[in-house]
């Protein structure tokens, strides 16, 4: 079946390619090469008659009058020409070369646009090592043609920094999506991509492409977000930067990792970073609760910043010295008592417990299958910080997220939970009270949680 449609759809296009050919023929026969000139001028679609012009009959008898809109001011018939010469360069590279002769005697316009012409790929660069920087950067600066074949990836770090250099940083992104996935030996240049991620945050996409509908732009955005997970999930997984290095890339598009539905894209360095190193862990808090006056940071980047804090600490998963399952006490303990010691020392130390709260709340079960860890009921119950508690508790809670049930199901889901949060406080009740306290806190929300879905039910009934 896909073969017939594949069979038919070839028909089709050599159906219409063929009526094409015929009425530029008619059209030349009638009004020379002024009315191909004005066919290509006016119509919407000027690479479809340069791409007609080099398959039909008339791409000898036409082929200097093509090359002379070249230097034309009007784009559509530079576009039709340039169309003209990428289909003659497929077919044959020596014309290629025989046609270049003419770049000697030529104006840099027409060079230039006869370069942004060809098939990107080693031929061009090769060319345009024979032509001055004047030409080359009109190449590199104009060129909508940036992805290489597999034969050619060798080149893709050379290409990318080309297009950094000229000040297409989204294109010099766009440029390595096809290398992602590719069976090739080489490995791109992760310094320079590090170059291109951060120039890209700070580049609207309507600087570097021009899209003329909304469609067209939110499946650009769409792209840009997209190469932009890949690059940086690439540059994780290589080990060529710094940590501190890898990790202000993911601070930068903490947003974007947070809220992407196309990949999961985690900060690992930052994340890793606030687990084992207390002093990050308070320094990253303290710009928000104890900003330090900087003359030249506007509102929107204080806000812009807060933001990104909560965000991090929000995408934490583990709490420190957790391997898997396990949990090794001596990291944890000294984590927490450091940041304690610091958050203290400038004032937060309550808000502080709130956030470690918060991470801990991520322990797994302990050794005898009941939640939280030992070691983190034995921090419990020795720290006893109220905030530290409470925010464990909602932690826990909204752990859970989002849940799915038949219509008539009620609270069953809930009082569940409520069961198992209170034969775990009841057999921690005697060496751990404090935590003990946090299950019942935690059995009394799903208890009130699933009256209101009992009650939601008898509204339909």
């Known amino acids: 079946m896909s073969i017939r449609l594949e069979t038919d759809n070839k028909k089709h296009d050599e159906i219409i390619e063929n009526y094409r050919k015929n009425a530029l023929v008619k059209i030349y026969q009638v009004k020379g090469t002024d009315g191909i000139r004005k066919l290509a001028a006016e119509c919407k679609f000027p690479d479809i008659v340069g791409t007609v012009i080099a398959r039909s009959e008339l791409k000898s008898s036409i082929q200097s009058e093509v090359l002379d809109w070249l230097e034309n001011i009007d784009k559509n018939l530079i576009t039709a020409s340039q169309y003209f010469i990428l289909n003659c360069a497929v077919v044959d590279e020596g014309w290629v070369n025989s046609v270049s002769n003419q770049c000697n005697t030529r104006s840099k316009d027409w060079v230039a646009n006869f370069l942004l012409g060809l098939p990107f790929n080693q031929n061009i660069f090769r060319l345009l090592s024979s032509f001055e920087k004047d030409i080359t950067e009109a190449y590199w600066k104009k060129t909508k043609r940036y992805y290489l074949n597999n034969s050619d990836l060798e080149m893709i770090n050379w290409v990318v920094e080309q297009l950094l250099i000229n000040e297409r940083p989204l294109n010099a992104l766009n440029a390595t999506c096809v290398f992602y996935g590719s069976s090739q030996t080489i490995s791109l240049d992760c310094n320079l991509l590090a170059k291109v991620l ?237 935590t003990s306290e946090i299950l019942r806190r935690l059995e009394r929300s799903y208890e009130h949680d699933a009256d209101r879905e009992d009650w939601n039910v008898e509204l339909l009934e």
Not at 246 to 260: C, D, F, Q
Not at 332 to 360: F, H, M, N
């Open 198 to 434: 951060k120039k890209v945050a700070f580049t609207s996409y309507l600087n570097d492409e021009k899209s003329t509908t909304k469609t067209e732009l939110i499946s650009a955005i769409q792209t840009r977000d997209h190469n932009i997970l890949s690059a940086i999930k690439y540059i994780q997984e290589q080990g060529q930067l710094s940590k501190e290095e890898v990790a202000s890339i993911e601070w930068i598009y903490l947003p974007l990792l947070k809220y992407n539905s196309l990949e999961p894209v985690k900060p690992l360095c930052l994340g890793k970073e606030i687990l084992s190193n207390p002093d990050f862990f308070v320094n990253v808090l303290s710009l928000v609760f104890k900003p330090k006056e900087e003359v030249n940071l506007t509102d929107a980047s204080k806000k812009s910043r807060a933001e990104n804090v909560w965000l991090l600490l929000s995408m934490i998963s583990e709490i420190p010295g957790q391997q898997e399952n396990s949990v090794n006490a001596e990291k944890l303990r000294e984590w927490v008592y450091r940041s304690r010691e610091k958050l203290e020392e400038i004032g937060i130390l309550e808000i502080g417990d709130t956030q470690i709260g918060t991470i801990l709340s991520n322990s797994p079960p302990g050794t005898d299958g009941i939640w939280p860890h030992e070691t983190v009921r034995d921090l419990i119950e020795d720290l006893k910080s109220p905030a530290l508690e409470s925010a464990i508790e909602v932690g826990k809670f909204n752990l859970r997220g989002v849940t799915t049930r038949l219509p008539f199901d009620g609270g069953k889901q809930e009082r569940d939970l409520a069961k198992q949060y209170r034969d775990y406080a009841e057999k921690l009740t005697l060496q751990w009270s404090r």
